[in-house]
């Protein structure tokens, strides 16, 4: 057995190798597509890096996650995509959770919708535990600071909704709240607020501080029906208040996050609209790919999954952090 460098050389090997079998078992087409691009689906909560070309007038974007090109695939005949690749995302917060450059799978599929598409990812989550077990006793991240190997996969998952959740830690559902409402709620336990604060930012502070470091850790965790006052490109449901879409914790860290894709070219077209003015006051402004929601929109029923590869090896090998699993110099 390899430790040290090698050893997790080896091991970040062994789990691309079983997530490519995987997928390729499925009858899934993996795809490569550029890090570099013109456009952008308008996310102002994520910022991006930007550059430019001698030949070119407009610059250029390190891509924040491969959706756009997937989804124009999609659009013209491609039904089951995989891609495993490096996202880029500035200004990420400092922690042992994020990086401004990491590894990300992300799937896509119009043969399963948004429920299914959780005991995918179990079984996904199966197959590639199996493929690291000779490496989840490697001495030199044994030697870290000491942190569980987290949720044991053997162990059925837990299913909790947002609104649950936030009844459970803060006495209220907060996604049916109005921002005055958010506020009250904010006060109450004590979290900081400004009143430049959108309820987006809002929500998320009460959630990730007052939630999250409440899910169990000892099995997964799936998270489902995000308040639709989040704005994403997921479905909303049959009630519009939340969105059709979770998130998978595994000691409790998210791992993965899974929408039911809007397929609607209307629907799509207002929100990047929506966003494209919030992109306008953020500090990369950043031009939008306008023509995804002709192109994507109308679209068959479509799900789509992305992981974080740099996460999920850390989790599966007990390490403290993303960057105790790196072997390159990520500080640059």
């Keep these: 057995m390899l430790d040290g460098v090698a050893g997790r050389v080896a091991a970040r090997a062994a789990l691309l190798r079983s997530v490519r079998r995987f997928f390729d078992q499925r009858g899934f087409v993996e795809v490569d597509t550029p890090v570099l691009t013109r456009s952008l689906i308008p996310e102002p909560a994520i910022d991006v890096f930007v550059t430019e070309a001698a030949h070119r007038a407009t610059p250029l974007y390190l891509v924040p996650s491969p959706e756009r090109w997937m989804k124009r695939l999609l659009a013209v005949g491609c039904s089951a995509i995989y891609q495993i690749g490096h996202a880029f995302r500035n200004l990420e917060e400092i922690g042992p959770w994020h990086a401004d450059e990491f590894a990300m799978l992300e799937w896509y599929t119009t043969g399963e ?105 000892d099995r997964p965790v799936f998270v489902t029906d995000y308040p639709s006052g989040v704005p994403t490109l997921a479905r909303a449901a049959a009630d519009a208040a939340v969105a059709e879409r979770w998130e998978l914790y595994l000691g409790g860290v998210e791992i993965a996050n899974c929408y039911q894709e809007e397929v609607s070219g209307q629907r799509l077209a207002a929100v990047f609209g929506a966003e494209a003015e919030r992109i306008r006051r953020s500090h990369t402004p950043r031009r939008v790919d306008w023509e995804l929601p002709d192109r994507f929109g109308d679209s068959p029923p479509c799900t789509g999954v992305a992981l974080g590869i740099d996460r999920l090896l850390a989790h599966l090998l007990g390490a403290p952090s993303i960057a105790a699993i790196g072997y390159c110099d990520t500080a640059r």
């Design 113 to 217: 919708d948004w429920l299914a598409a959780r005991q995918t990812t179990l079984s996904l989550l199966h197959a590639v535990t199996a493929a690291l077990e000779p490496w989840r006793d490697a001495s030199d991240l044994r030697s870290a600071p000491a942190r569980s190997c987290g949720a044991e996969l053997s162990l059925p998952p837990e299913v909790h909704t947002v609104a649950s959740l936030c009844q459970r830690a803060l006495d209220s559902p907060l996604v049916s709240l109005s921002l005055v409402e958010l506020q009250q709620v904010a006060g109450q336990v004590g979290t900081e607020w400004s009143a430049d604060d959108t309820w987006e930012q809002l929500f998320h502070r009460l959630f990730l501080t007052h939630v999250e470091p409440t899910l169990p850790r």
